[in-house]
């Protein structure tokens, strides 16, 4: 799964952010590994430029982000998501991201994009079509607010 946000993301507070919730974060050749109950849960990240994605997950992202992406934190763990005993982990960590970004979504590379809530986590698709049609002024702003 990769996380991707058209601002720059200060590492720095999402590590300390994941620390607060438990999480450990351990440097590795290429990556950063982050785990709370030992290697299990663990997921790699890396962070890489947007452009090196496919352009289905770039375009799937600018729908929900508006500009184009350009930073990517690319997360790998063993398993599928959202049945993954690490997909909770991976969650955590770009709840973690949106919460220092003002926007951020995720490809879960099995063909959905999510919109990122900072308390709330993943937002589906459909569930952001639904609030865009209540509240289409200002949407973004009021449904990250609530």
């Given amino acids: 799964m990769t996380v991707l946000t058209a601002a720059q993301v200060n590492l720095r507070k999402v590590e300390r952010r994941l620390a607060q919730a438990g999480y450990v ?21 890396t962070v890489t430029n947007a452009a090196r994605l496919p352009d289905r997950a770039v375009q799937s992202a600018r729908q929900l982000l508006g500009p184009a992406p350009r930073i990517a934190v690319e997360c790998s763990f063993d398993g599928e998501p959202g049945r993954s005993d690490a997909w909770t982990t991976a969650v955590d960590i770009a709840r973690a991201i949106s919460a220092v970004v003002p926007l ?9 994009t ?3 809530h900072p308390v709330r986590g993943l937002v589906s698709p459909e569930e952001w079509e639904a609030v865009q049609r209540q509240t289409p002024r ?5 449904f990250l607010d609530a």
């Fill in 25 to 45: 974060a351990a440097a590795e050749p290429g990556t950063v590994r982050i785990s709370r109950h030992g290697r299990w849960d663990a997921v790699y990240t």
């Fill in 104 to 112: 951020a979504v995720l490809d879960d590379h099995a063909g959905t």
């Fill in 114 to 116: 999510y919109l990122v």
């Fill in 138 to 142: 200002n949407a973004v702003r009021r």
